[in-house]
């Protein structure tokens, strides 16, 4: 089987991840966890993602699942509601949702004022 890594789940914040892949690596697992680019404020700049991607080997995926399950029969330590569900779905949960509907207008009106500004620049020299 591949030893390719998948995403199991996205929690989140990185800590959230971080104790799951704990978990995952205290029932033999290899786990991973790779940080997003919130520079430490709590605001993702990765255009159109959202949370920390918990990521482990293929080969592994459906016993991750399963260990996780039991951890949530048994935890009281995680808010298990936020995150994604475990046993829905096969793809990877951490896709890109396109530009932000903000993002967007902002991206307009920034090429809005850039052209205007360009073509006063152009007739003041034409004067």
């Keep these: ?4 890594l ?3 789940l996205t929690p989140p914040t990185e800590f959230e991840a971080n104790i799951l892949a704990i978990v995952l ?3 033999g697992i290899e786990a991973f ?3 997003t680019s919130t520079i430490g404020i709590g605001v993702n700049l990765s255009a159109g993602r959202f949370g920390v991607p918990l990521q482990v080997q293929s080969e592994d995926l459906e016993r991750a699942r399963e260990v996780l399950l039991e951890n949530k029969r048994h935890s009281i330590d995680i808010d298990w509601d936020e995150l994604e569900s475990i046993g829905e779905g096969t793809g ?3 896709k890109s949702g396109g530009m932000p509907v903000l993002a967007m207008i902002a991206f307009f009106c920034v090429l ?3 052209l205007s500004g360009a ?3 152009v007739l003041q020299l034409l004067n």
């Design 25 to 27: 690596r205290d029932n």
């Design 92 to 94: 990877s949960p951490y």
């Design 33 to 35: 966890v790779f940080a």
């Design 119 to 121: 073509i006063v620049a």
């Design 112 to 114: 809005i004022a850039l």
């Design 1 to 4: 089987m591949s030893k390719d």
């Design 6 to 8: 998948v995403t199991l």
